[in-house]
DNA sequence: GGTGCTATCGTCAAGGTGACCAAAAGGAGG
DNA sequence: CCTCCTTTTGGTCACCTTGACGATAGCACC
């Protein structure tokens, strides 16, 4: 603790790293780089780096990587802190304490337009071994991703996986490919509707190539859902 | 980010603040200090320090304070992390990051025995004038509150309030008094033991004067509840 | 027009929850 | 010993949500 005599607190390197999801392809993805740089060099790592100066805001630091890799803009994208790395020798080069934030992007729209994407891929989760992970990326990509999942049952922010204006069908297979779970539409559709300000109606529909023309929907203002989507083990759990 | 160059990430100082709440004498209660020293002196904080060391582990150094305020060892209470604070003025005389971590202590049993007690006492938090914290303690410890009352929903963190030993009623004070509503002492056993490794019967039962004997429980080794226990806007909204 | 596909509406049984009655098991006081 | 009061515990019942699933609407293609 700070004393009157002249002890002066221990300075650290304060990194940001970036967990960012999106759903691609119909699978469940999350944006990794691979080092170019020792150590780990040629690993897999979360995209994020260092404060870049000491007066810099710890949010406003995820904004502007999270800018750098996929152009888009912080006010379009989730965007919330999931929890601070510290373990003294998680980076051989000096003391690093990272924060790391954890991202929602929309799916299509996001192929990181416009970023400084020099390796950067969106990879799905399911076919990341967690050994090609640099530091201690494996634990914190692991607690990322059940965050997310976590996160659909008891907020709307399934939505941010979703453009502007989306169908029904659209919102569930963001949820059956982020859960790996397969969810009857029926059933679906009537939770949503009855969840108030989930979703709001649009009033237009979908022009599409076969098949009954879907209504169209936006997010809605509510953020929090009570009570949750839970996951159950039923249904079926293949995703496709 | 890092580059070959001999750039170097600019250096901050790293603290640990610590949210310590326990159930006493029928109130929710956390554990503040009165400042002693500038900035904020004579305001309440959250108690907490610097790393000591460039080399100290956060965790670690969470236990430490939470050992020099409570002299509680860490193993015995429920000790995680809350979130991170960084905004660059949050502290007048420096850039601090502070990570803050969640602690839920027993009861009777830790009146801040053994701990450097300078000016440390449990307040309750409905008592508690926001304005009157320093920093910016009065949002950290609002995101405490409500974690630590959310968490009651979905985990078994509950029994961290309680001793070795609790009676079903305690466990339901507990409950009703972090979240400030009342709950039928009926539906409420039901549910909890419905939910499997919660609780485990000690067989034994408490010698009391008036009433029936309660038997005695211990907490099981269930972490998740699922489904939730969740705190509807019915019941009695007066916990006393 | 028939077929196939997708989206949407409706029905029904099973399980969980809140509200509440009833009984068990002790102490205090007559 | 009996009654009253207390607290704990077991049980019932109506209501709601949920999962499972039948049925219909609306469009494209052949």
Same mark, same amino acid.
């Given at each position: 603790?700070?004393?009157?005599? &002249?002890?002066? *607190?221990?300075?650290?390197?304060? !990194?940001?790293?970036? /967990?960012?999801?999106? @759903?691609? =392809?119909?699978?469940? $993805?999350?944006?990794?780089?691979?080092?170019?740089?020792?150590?780990?060099?040629?690993?897999?790592?979360?995209?994020?780096?260092?404060?870049?100066?000491?007066?810099?805001?710890?949010?406003?630091?995820?904004?502007?990587?999270?800018?750098?890799?996929?152009?888009?803009?912080?006010?379009?994208?989730?965007?919330?802190?999931?929890?601070?790395?510290?373990?003294?020798?998680?980076?051989?080069?000096?003391?690093?304490?990272?924060?790391?934030?954890?991202?929602?992007?929309?799916? &299509?729209?996001? *192929?990181?337009?416009?970023?400084? !994407?020099?390796?950067? /891929?969106?990879?799905? @989760?399911? =076919?990341?071994?967690? $050994?090609?992970?640099?530091?201690?990326?494996?634990?914190?990509?692991?607690?990322?991703?059940?965050?997310?999942?976590?996160?659909?049952?008891?907020?709307?922010?399934?939505?941010?996986?979703?453009?502007?204006?989306?169908?029904?069908?659209?919102?569930?297979?963001?949820?059956?490919?982020?859960?790996?779970?397969?969810?009857?539409?029926?059933?679906?559709?009537?939770?949503?509707?009855?969840?108030?300000?989930?979703?709001?109606?649009?009033?237009?529909?979908?022009?599409?190539?076969?098949?009954? *023309?879907?209504?169209?929907?936006? !997010?809605?203002?509510?953020?929090?859902?009570?009570?949750?989507?839970?996951?159950?083990?039923?249904?079926?759990?293949?995703?496709?």
């Amino acid at each position: 603790m700070p004393q009157a005599t &002249p002890w002066t *607190p221990p300075l650290i390197a304060v !990194a940001v790293d970036l /967990a960012v999801f999106t @759903v691609l =392809d119909e699978q469940f $993805a999350v944006l990794l780089i691979e080092r170019g740089i020792e150590p780990d060099i040629g690993s897999l790592a979360l995209p994020g780096g260092f404060l870049a100066t000491a007066s810099e805001d710890l949010s406003a630091a995820a904004a502007r990587e999270l800018a750098e890799e996929t152009g888009l803009d912080a006010a379009q994208v989730h965007l919330e802190q999931l929890a601070t790395y510290g373990v003294p020798d998680r980076d051989p080069r000096q003391r690093v304490v990272t924060v790391c934030y954890l991202a929602l992007v929309p799916g &299509p729209l996001s *192929p990181m337009a416009g970023g400084d !994407a020099r390796n950067a /891929a969106w990879r799905p @989760v399911d =076919d990341i071994e967690p $050994a090609s992970l640099a530091f201690d990326h494996a634990t914190i990509l692991a607690e990322a991703v059940e965050r997310a999942r976590s996160k659909l049952e008891y907020t709307t922010v399934a939505t941010s996986f979703c453009g502007p204006e989306f169908t029904m069908s659209e919102l569930r297979r963001v949820y059956e490919i982020v859960w790996g779970r397969r969810l009857d539409p029926r059933n679906f559709q009537r939770k949503i509707l009855n969840i108030p300000g989930f979703v709001e109606a649009t009033g237009k529909q979908t022009v599409r190539n076969g098949g009954r *023309p879907a209504l169209l929907y936006r !997010a809605g203002p509510a953020r929090l859902v009570q009570p949750p989507i839970l996951r159950t083990r039923t249904d079926d759990s293949s995703p496709q």
